[in-house]
């Protein structure tokens, strides 16, 4: 499917904005070889090769992504946030999981995985082993993640709406799509929350200069 929103709707973008957890683990960038990672890159370098500006943000899933697969792929990779101030509004957009405050033992292991040396540690193991390793990781997220997923801490967002402007903050991770009104500081500030993609639906949030929209997106891009 999203194969398809590449080869379809995307085309009639000016740039995409993917805000991480395109995969379900990435063990590395030597793993680009792989099939069905081959298949994802190639149709994002057929995107980029038509014209569509690619930009990348990392999620808790594959913050593996490195420059070897931006420069296969043909797209930028974005910090965590990024401010996207664009002519007629500004934006802020993020992964949303380093606002999940109240999740201490996430947070724990958001700070380790994200240093560089236990990233450089991990990516020195043979390729076996990361897949394991990953799989371990996937297997314990869906586990904690079974109790209930982690959401925004409040106050932190305030915050973090005041330090990025008052601008039209768009985040996914938490599996809970809406859209949020939020005063701060007696200013109104919209917080899109990004819904998850299964096999049969997902969605993603259109701009076209004046108007933010959610449109589905569904396999073979039926309308
Ligand atoms: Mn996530």
């Given at each position: 499917m999203f194969l398809g929103?590449?080869?379809?709707?995307?085309?009639?973008?000016?740039?995409?904005?993917?805000?991480?957890?395109?995969?379900?683990?990435?063990?590395?960038?030597?793993?680009?070889?792989d099939p069905y990672n081959a298949r994802i890159v190639s149709a994002l370098r057929a995107a980029a090769d038509a014209g569509v500006?690619?930009?990348?943000?990392?999620?808790n899933r594959d913050f593996?992504?490195?420059e070897r697969f931006a420069a296969a792929a043909g797209i930028r990779l974005l910090a965590d946030p990024h401010d996207l101030l664009l002519?007629?509004?500004?934006?802020?957009?993020?992964?949303?999981?380093?606002?999940?405050?109240?999740?201490?033992?996430y947070m724990?292991?958001?700070?380790?995985v994200r240093s560089p040396e236990w990233q450089r540690?991990?990516?020195?193991?043979?390729?076996?082993?990361?897949r394991i390793i990953a799989r371990y990781f996937r297997w314990r997220s869906r586990n904690m993640a079974r109790a209930v997923y982690a959401d925004l801490n409040p106050a932190a967002t305030d915050d973090f709406l005041r330090d990025h402007a008052y601008a039209t903050f768009i985040h996914g991770h938490?599996?809970?799509?809406?859209?949020?009104?939020?005063?701060?500081?007696?200013?109104h500030v919209e917080r899109w929350v990004l819904a998850d993609w299964h096999e049969d639906r997902g969605e993603c949030l259109a701009w076209d200069g004046e108007t933010l929209t959610r449109e589905a997106v569904l396999p073979e891009n039926r309308p």
């Open positions: 929103f590449l080869a379809g709707r995307v085309r009639r973008a000016d740039a995409l904005y993917i805000l991480g957890d395109l995969f379900e683990a990435w063990i590395g960038d030597d793993d680009l070889d500006r690619i930009a990348f943000m990392h999620g593996l992504i490195g002519p007629e509004w500004s934006f802020v957009l993020a992964h949303g999981d380093a606002l999940c405050l109240d999740d201490n033992g724990a292991f958001r700070a380790r540690r991990m990516l020195a193991r043979p390729r076996w082993l990361r938490t599996h809970r799509p809406a859209t949020h009104d939020h005063i701060v500081d007696g200013i």
